[in-house]
């Protein structure tokens, strides 16, 4: 039983080491941080800043893996602010954050592809 124990124990220390991180380009910019966060495959899987106490400000860009745009948010200060758009086949989802609560949402379907992706 000591030797199930001893061995699972080793496995789980193993299996949490062997995690990796995700990979990320940090670079200050006057009060900001930039960052850019990759996919494994090397395509940027995210970017946008920090201001100087750590909270997400600015625009911030996703990508899949292939480096199509997904999604576009704004932040203030940590709050979700201003318009959010979210990309879907040939859906596009735009919500509106006024103090990080949704004012409204608004979807387009269209067969081609959306001119603002």
Known sequence: MK???AILLMLSVTLTFAQEKPKVDLKKDGDLTIATYYH???AIEQQGTFN??????GVWTSFDEEGNKVTV????NG???GKWLFWS???????????SKIASVSEWTDKVQLAIN
């Open 3 to 5: 030797k199930i124990f």
């Open 89 to 99: 086949g040939n859906k596009l989802r735009e919500v509106d954050y006024q103090d």
């Open 73 to 76: 948010a704004n932040f203030t």
């Open 79 to 81: 709050q979700k602010t």
């Open 40 to 42: 494994d495959n090397g």
């Open 52 to 57: 100087k106490k750590g909270e997400l400000h």
